[in-house]
Each structure stands twice: as structure tokens, then as C-alpha cells.
């Protein structure tokens, strides 16, 4: 806003300044300081020709080209990033009512997109196996959202300038086809190169009409073209050089197989792809991460332990890297002649700070860091929540249940902790109040319920509830010696 406001006042003085030096209307004056300042460079009749007016020029010029710059930076940040996040999670919501209403129990499958359908398993899935099962499907939803999201920001931006271009050819039509007998297509070509900024000088608006409109038509034009601009970079540009760099893979810098291996590996890829799959006219069907084989009840309870010591192996390994053999061993010594559970309940506030300088790192990631569901199932244990667990879990409705906290929860994964002042919801990673809803990222997530979780625990401290300040802690020290000790065994 300021910059868009100093940039108004720049030019307005600036056109006062040289109207006055180069003795022009100040109409006149703002028209030239327009289309210099926005490097159009008509080449009216109008340029300076005064030894003041052709020496504050170069000031001028590059003062004010620093200003659209900070225009074109604010709009990227203000209008862009801000209103994609909120585009994409309006997106992500009605892209998960509509594969939850596509679920085909009788199938077991879920059409995720118009290509694309996942297996489900519905009998002998452990509570962890579920639920990753929805995560791995989220995450598919979150990707078809994204895609669609930058194909109707590309295709919106289209439209607006399409838009301008053309509109703006209508009236420099009516208002200089009196005044130079423009036809329409002549005014469509001025527009055209007056919008990519070639500025040929064959045409230029002298009515007293078409030279303010052209002042405020091409203001309007700097946001929607930074707007067009930033949206193809995220779709046809991405495009354009991911196909320059698979040209470059099978020509000039192949892989280290030669050309064959390479030219192999890419047509694997297209293969893998939905739209290149040959064998049915179905949508290909595709098994997320986390689905297991259907087998007898002995396998699959095999399975179920697999998956939960996986779950734990990856908690405790994270766990394992915050404290070093010989902080342990003290951490056992001090902990058989003092009280455990002190001992565990001052690891899990170390744990929880040191969990918090490494989420802190990820915030501003760009693109946004998204979790594995092992991480996530490690996160959800820190703030209070086990995965396997199914007492905070629930089935994902279609639509937000009114007058039951879905509507003023989306995206608060309010099943985690029940913090002081706060009711705990139960919640599904395909619901309303799942993690991966909202318009926040997934380490703002984490961060936020990292930071209350580590509130509460200090404030539990000061409790004047004894039973209140002996309530275990999620995780503890007995975690890390039974992995020591079963690392021991196996070496």
C-alpha cells in the first residue's frame, strides 16, 4: 500500500516538475512521466528537450524504476502468497468432499482425480495402518489441489489480461479513431506492445481523452501482468524447463549408462504416468504407502506389530539424536539416585525445546516443508497423542458437523492435547480438523503445538495438584534404555 502510494506521488511530481521545466500541460507532463517510468519509451511528442529536463531525467528514470520494482514486490507478497495459501486451502476443502464422496466401498477404491484412483483395505488394518492409510491419501488430495490451484491462478490471470488488452483496445478506438482514424486492430497492436513494453512509437494516444486513460490503464496493468508473469512461472515456465531439462538428458548431459540407459529410465517414468498407461481404459489404480497384503489373521497381526515397532523405532531414533551416549549415561546415573519420573519429566521439556529450534528452521522453507507420517506420528506423540490410539481418532465426515467444533477447527488437529481453556476434539487426517487442512503450513503446525505443549508442562509444574505434577510425561528414558539395550543385543 505505501509503495503503491509512493509510487502515485513520485510520478504526479515528476510530471509537475517537467511540465513545468519542458513547458507542458501537467496532463501532458504525467503522460510522459507514465510511460517513462514504466519503460514503454513511446517516443511521443513529448521527450525533453531542455538541458535541465534531459539531466533530471536520469535520476528520475532510475528512481522511479526502483519504485515499480517495490510495487511489483509488494503485489508478489501481498496479493500472491498471502491469497495462495488461502486459495489452495479453499481447494484442498472441496477437493476432499468430493473424494470422500467418491469413496466406492463395495471396491475398495477412492478416485482421487480424473486419472487417478487409490486402494483401500477395510478389514485386519491396525489402528496405525488406518491411519496412515488416510494420510497417504490426504497427501494425494493436497497434490491435486495444489495442481489445480496454479492452473486456475494461470487461468484467471489469462483472462484479466486478455481483458485489459482487449477493453483497452476498445476504448483507444473510440478515442482515437477520431482524432488518427485507428481501426481496432491498430489499437489492439498498440496495446499489445504497450504491454509488453516494446514501445515502437507508430502509435500513441493524442486525444485529451486517450492520454489519461492510458496514464490509469497502464497502472492497472503493472499487478496483472506481475500477476500473469509469477502464475506462468509456476506452470508453463516450471513446464518449459523441466521438458529442457529431459532434452538436455538425452543429448548433451546424459546419465552415466550413456544415452540408452537414459532414453530407458524416461520412458519408464511415462509409463508410470496415469495418461500413458496402455493396459486398461480405467484410471490407473495405485496402492499408497502404508497399505499392506491382505493375508491370514497370524500374518496380519505380525504385520500390525511390524508397523507399530516401525512407528516407535523411528520416534525413539529421533529421540536418539538429541542426546549423545555419554549424556545418556549420566541422565541413567543421576536417574537411580534421584526420582524417574523428575528425570523424565525434565527430558521431555529438553526434548520438546530442542524439537522447537528444529521446527523453527523449516517455517520459512520454500517450497513449505511437508512430513512424512513418521515424523508426524513422532510430533503427535511429543503434544500428547499416540497414533495407535484410537480413543482421539474418529471417522472423517463429508461436510463440518455444526454446533460440534468442526467449523471453528479446521485444521487445528484438535485431538492432540486437551490444553488449560481448550476442548479436545477427535479427528481424522481426511476431516475437517485434520493437520493438514487450514491455511497454515504443516511447521507453523508443529510449531505452534509444540510451544503450547511446552506452556502447559511448565504451568503443570506450579500445579497445586500433586497428582496433577505426577502425571507421566508421553515419552521417557526408559524409551532410549530398552533401545540401547536391544542395540547391545543385536551387535
Not at 489402528?127 to 494461470?154: C, D, G, N, P, W
Not at 516450471?238 to 550413456?258: A, C, D, H, M, Y
Not at 511437508?370 to 515424523?375: F, N, P, V
Request: hydrophobic share 40%.
Amino acid at each position: 500500500m505505501l509503495q503503491t502510494i509512493s509510487f502515485t506521488v513520485y510520478l504526479l511530481l515528476g510530471g509537475l516538475v517537467f511540465s513545468y521545466i519542458e513547458g507542458w500541460k501537467f496532463l501532458d507532463g504525467v503522460y510522459w512521466a507514465d510511460y517513462t517510468l514504466l519503460t514503454v519509451g513511446l517516443g511521443s511528442d513529448f521527450p525533453p528537450k531542455t538541458h535541465l529536463g534531459r539531466s533530471l531525467l536520469f535520476p528520475f528514470a532510475i528512481g522511479g524504476i526502483l519504485m515499480v520494482g517495490l510495487v511489483v514486490g509488494s503485489i508478489r507478497s501481498l496479493v500472491l502468497e498471502r491469497g495462495k495459501a488461502k486459495l489452495e486451502a479453499r481447494m484442498t476443502e472441496i477437493k476432499r468432499e468430493k473424494v470422500l464422496k467418491r469413496i466406492k466401498p463395495s471396491k475398495r477404491t477412492i478416485k482421487v482425480g480424473m486419472f487417478k484412483r487409490i486402494e483401500f483395505s477395510q478389514e485386519g488394518l491396525s489402528e496405525v495402518e488406518r491411519r496412515e492409510q488416510e494420510f497417504h491419501v490426504m497427501r494425494h488430495i493436497q497434490k491435486s489441489a495444489e495442481r489445480k490451484r496454479r492452473y486456475t491462478a494461470l487461468g484467471l490471470s489469462v483472462v484479466a489480461t486478455c481483458i485489459l488488452w482487449f477493453v483497452g483496445a476498445v476504448v483507444f478506438r473510440a478515442s482515437e479513431g477520431t482524432h488518427q482514424g485507428w481501426t481496432y486492430f491498430q489499437a489492439l497492436y498498440f496495446c499489445y506492445t504497450s504491454l509488453l513494453t516494446i514501445g515502437y512509437g507508430d502509435y500513441y494516444p493524442k486525444s485529451n481523452s486517450g492520454k489519461p486513460f492510458f496514464v490509469v490503464w497502464s497502472i492497472v496493468a503493472v499487478p496483472t501482468l506481475t500477476i500473469l508473469i509469477s502464475n506462468m512461472g509456476d506452470t508453463v515456465v516450471k513446464g518449459f524447463s523441466e521438458l529442457t531439462i529431459w532434452l538436455g538428458s538425452l543429448t548433451v548431459l546424459p546419465q552415466e549408462g550413456g544415452f540408452r540407459a537414459t532414453l530407458k529410465a524416461n520412458i519408464a517414468k511415462l509409463q508410470e504416468n496415469p495418461l500413458f498407461h496402455r493396459d486398461s481404459s480405467l484410471p490407473e489404480l495405485e496402492k499408497p504407502p502404508g497399505l499392506l497384503p491382505k493375508s491370514g489373521s497370524g500374518h496380519q497381526s505380525r504385520v500390525h506389530a511390524d508397523m507399530k515397532s516401525k512407528i516407535e523405532s523411528a520416534a525413539i531414533n529421533r529421540l536418539m539424536e538429541h542426546l549423545e551416549d555419554e549424556e545418556l549415561a549420566e541422565a541413567e546415573k543421576a536417574g537411580e539416585q534421584g526420582d524417574p519420573l523428575a528425570r523424565d519429566i525434565h527430558f521431555y521439556h529438553f526434548i520438546l525445546a530442542r524439537e522447537l529450534r528444529k521446527v523453527m528452521k523449516d517455517v520459512n522453507a520454500s517450497p513449505p516443508k511437508q512430513y512424512s507420517y513418521q515424523e508426524w506420528a513422532y510430533y503427535l506423540k511429543l503434544v500428547g497423542q499416540d497414533e495407535a490410539d484410537p480413543g482421539g481418532h474418529r471417522e472423517p465426515p463429508i461436510k463440518p458437523k455444526k454446533g460440534k467444533g468442526d467449523g471453528a477447527n479446521i485444521g487445528a488437529g484438535a485431538g492432540t492435547i486437551k490444553f488449560d481453556g481448550e476442548r479436545r476434539y477427535s479427528w481424522s487426517w481426511l476431516g475437517t480438523r485434520s493437520p493438514l487442512m487450514g491455511s497454515r503450513s504443516e511447521a507453523e503446525w508443529i510449531l505452534e503445538r509444540l510451544s503450547k505443549t511446552l506452556e502447559h508442562e511448565l504451568r503443570r509444574l506450579k500445579s497445586s495438584d500433586a497428582a496433577v505434577r505426577a502425571e507421566p510425561p508421553p515419552i521417557s528414558m526408559a524409551d532410549l534404555r530398552k533401545r540401547k539395550s536391544s542395540s547391545s543385543a543385536s551387535q
